[in-house]
Nanobody, 120 residues
Framework: QVQLVESGGGLVQAGGSLRLSCVVSGTFFRINSMAWHRQAPGKQRELVAYISSGGSTNYADSVKGRFTISRDNAKNTVYLQMNSLKPEATGVYYC??????????????WGPGTQVTVSS
């Protein structure tokens, strides 16, 4: 069974920084891509940042230059460094991972989310 657990959310003033972490645990063959998504109040969940197994990254236009996604494969962990935070970044941040369970089966998993609130 594979589980994802996020941490690092909280309340921060506009212009501040937060670093989110997500640890993948359980029994699996390898972790492929990982990503962070955000769901703001009353809005649909959206992709914030993505990192491939090889380290290639992609960002939503709204966070380019301010957010950085990275991963530590030895720790099965993905991070999201968020700088120069704006109030519109408020929402629940979800970690997602594409995990190869065995050589022929790959599943997508989600964490329960962590709340980020940016005050103006």
């Amino acid at each position: 069974q594979v589980q994802l657990v996020e941490s690092g959310g909280g309340l921060v003033q506009a212009g501040g920084s937060l670093r989110l972490s997500c640890v993948v645990s359980g029994t699996f063959f390898r972790i492929n891509s990982m990503a962070w998504h955000r769901q703001a109040p009353g809005k649909q969940r959206e992709l914030v940042a993505y990192i491939s197994s090889g380290g290639s990254t992609n960002y939503a236009d709204s966070v380019k230059g301010r957010f950085t996604i990275s991963r530590d494969n030895a720790k099965n962990t993905v991070y999201l460094q968020m700088n120069s935070l704006k109030p519109e970044a408020t929402g629940v941040y979800y970690c997602a991972a594409s995990v190869r369970i065995i050589s022929v089966i790959t599943n997508d998993y989600w964490g329960p989310g962590t709340q980020v609130t940016v005050s103006s």
